[in-house]
Each structure stands twice: as C-alpha cells, then as structure tokens.
C-alpha cells in the first residue's frame, strides 16, 4: 500500500518508522517531513493544513491510506476532505476533532455526561470572565482559550492579577486570535498526570501504553510550558486499579457521549489525565498521537499499526490484535534549541549522527531537522527525541542520556531530569 503521513515532527517520525514495519506498506510519503524523515520516507513540499494541495496528491499519487497526525489539519476537516475523494484515513473527521478543538465543546461535554473533570464556567466577555475571578478568589485558577493554542493556550494563575492579566491577553489582545473568543475558567487540580493515548473506532476502545510527559521546558518542572521534553512509558501512576477505573468512567463514556453527540470519533483519542486524591479526572482531551508520547508508546507496539489503522477505519478494531510489550519500559529525551519555546535560532549542524540521521545509541526522531549539503541541521524549537526500549525504566533512561551526550549542537538544551519522578514513585 501507498501511504502518506501528513505532519512533519518528531510523533510522525515514530509513526512512520512503526509503519515500515509492516508487510502491507510498499511505499510511505511524508507531507511536508523533515530532515530525518526524509531518510524513511518520501518527503513532499506541501504544507500539514493545506488541505486543496493534499487531496490532490493523494488521488495524483494513488495514496491508498492516510495519516493524519497534527491537530490543526484535523480540526480544520482535512479527513472530510480525503474521505470525500476515497482516501481511507486514520484520524478522526472534523466534527470528532472538536473533542481537541474547542475546550468549550469538551468540558460541556463530560459536564453532560458526568465524565470526571474540574469543575468551570465558560466566558464569552471579558467582564463577565474578571467579574467571576472577583467573587472566587481563590488561587491557583487555571484559565483556558477554547480553541488551539499551539499548546499555550493554558493559564495557571497565581493571583488576582495574573488571572486578570490571563484574560485580557487572551480575551481583549486576541494573543491566540479566534481561540480567544471564548475561555473556561477552571479549578486547579493536583496530583500526578498520566497520558493515555487510545484507539477506538467508535465502538471500541483500546488504550495503548500509559506514559508520562514532562512538559516545562527547565528541571524540576520549572520555565515554562512546552510541547513536551521527554517521556516516559509505562507510567507508574497508571496501575490496573486506576486503569479500570479510567476506561469504566472517563474511556467508554467519552467514545459513547461522541456517538450521542453525533460526533463518531474514529482515530486516537489522548486522555490527559490527573489522578487526584478523588480519583482519575479528564484534564483535556486531544484528537491524535501525543508528541513526545507516540516516541516511546509506538517502539513498545508489538502489533502490526497498518492493520490497526485500517481496522479503526473499518469499524473492526474488536477483531484486530493490539499488544503492547509487556515488561519493557521506554524513555524519550528531546533535545531542543536553547530559548525554546520562545525563541531560538535555526540551521545549526547537529554532529552526532550518522549518514541516515539515526544512532546506534538510541531510536533518533527527528522533529525540528533539516537535511542540507549533506548535514542535518536544526530547524525547530524540538530538534530530536532520543528513545530506548529496555528492561527497565532506569536502563532505558540511562541509554537514551548516553545518546544525548553524543549529539551536539550549538546552544543545544535538554532536560537532565527525565524520567526521575517515575523512577522515584
Ligand atoms: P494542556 O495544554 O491542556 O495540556 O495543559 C497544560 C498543562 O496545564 C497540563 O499538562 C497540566 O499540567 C496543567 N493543567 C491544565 N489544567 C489544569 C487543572 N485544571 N489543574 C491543574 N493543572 C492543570
Ligand atoms: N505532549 C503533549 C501533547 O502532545 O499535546
């Protein structure tokens, strides 16, 4: 089969590398991919949400199946768009991507349903929004733009004034433009998260491997919010009690209130989850693979992931095998372009890898590279995510620092911590 991922980091370089894996796959496209992607498949110029040019391709390309992997182009229709011309996709339509899409569809949503989450209000004005935090106040309060947000979109204020600030930015300065029009106010949760990234055809459910993110960009979860630094899989918050608790209230009854809804969700569903002292609540919802998550879910993936995706396609995810190494663990650590994620400079060569853009100390994933006059350069805020696949947590981790240290690059910054709050558990 002809198979074209669209997306161009890190998670879709772990799906490309899990699809050439299988039998069924003769020759895999990336649109637009990067540097090292460039190496496993077939990188065309045409960008993740350019929806026309895509649908183009696919019919002028035989394409026979689609990943879509980024939330924008799912939120924005790109499957509607494939579907309508007869591309068999994996990634769900426009109106199940909504689930990510607005916060404010999402929390109404488990509100509906009784899915565990923070309590909240939805604003559409301003006043309104600071008149609330006023008779509240009380801090920590966690401030939401409804739509994408490039990941930024989440405020945890501290005080009065930086939760007033938080909405005028968002509401008033447009700092997220349209994804500002609305926000949800939220309680602040504690206890540790947990990501479960999911397949589900709209009938079934299948979690994959638990993992954990790390998402602050400096030690000890300091700095600020980024997509992610590193992760770890399994999680080991994430026990078989907690897990049955999780697909009894928050897995079936997310996949059966988006079928009431109308809205068949076909796809991965990502549950970021707290485990609070009141057990598992939603945090948020994203519509695909989590990125850094996919980097160490998929490499313990023992199943065929081109049949999974074409049984979540068929609606017969319940007669298709999905397993999952069972004692092995997975770390991932990103290496990042120093100031990120604000901002960092770009074309810097990165030494250390060989001429496939790959190590023998580690998968190499390459996110935010470029391959030019014969060297990859850096090109993003996430250059690389560094995994192992070991016996053990510590093992892997171990394997995946030793990696780190034989890459370099100028102004090169990644976290030294990953994986020790999992290790320390
Ligand atoms: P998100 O962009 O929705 O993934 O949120 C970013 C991060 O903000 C999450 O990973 C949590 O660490 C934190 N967060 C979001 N909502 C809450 C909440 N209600 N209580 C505590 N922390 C939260
Ligand atoms: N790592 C978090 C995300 O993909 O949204």
Known sequence: MNILVIGSGGREHAIIKKLKESKKVSKIYAAPGNGGISKDAECVNIGACDIEKMTSFCVDNNIDFAVVAPDDPLVLGMVDALNQKGIKTFGPNKAAATLEGSKVFSKDLMKKYGIPTAEYEVFD?????????????????????????????????????????????????????????????????????VSVLSFTDGKTIIPMVSSMDHKRALDNDKGLNTGGMGTVAPNPHYTPEVAKVCMDTIFLPTVEAMNKEGRKFKGCIFFGLMITPKGPKVIEYNCRFGDPETQVVLPLLESDLLEIFEAVYNETLSEC?????????????????????????????????????????????????????????????????????????????????????????????????????????
Request: proline share 2%; aromatic share 8%; glycine share 10%.
């Open 125 to 193: 004005n301003p006043e309104n929004a600071i008149a609330y935090l006023k008779t509240k106040n009380s801090y920590p309060i966690v401030i939401k733009a409804d739509g994408l947000a490039l990941g930024k979109g989440v405020i945890i204020a501290e005080s009065f004034d930086e939760a007033e600030s938080a909405v005028i930015s968002i509401m008033k300065d447009k700092q997220f433009g349209e994804s500002g029009n609305n926000i949800v106010i939220e309680e602040f949760l504690t206890g540790p998260e």
């Open 321 to 425: 095998e999905v397993k999952f190494s069972e004692n092995k663990s997975a770390a991932c650590v990103v290496v990042a372009s120093g100031g990120y994620p604000l901002s960092y400079e770009k074309g810097k060569v990165i030494n250390g890898l060989d001429e496939n853009g790959q190590s023998d100390k580690a998968i190499v994933y390459h996110a935010g590279t470029k391959f030019e006059d014969n060297q990859f350069k850096t090109n993003g805020g996430r250059v690389l995510g560094l995994t192992n696949v070991a016996d053990t947590l510590q093992e892997a981790l171990d394997k995946s620092y030793e990696a780190v240290h034989s890459i370099s690059f100028d102004k090169m910054h990644y976290r030294k911590d990953i994986g020790k709050r999992a290790l320390n558990k």
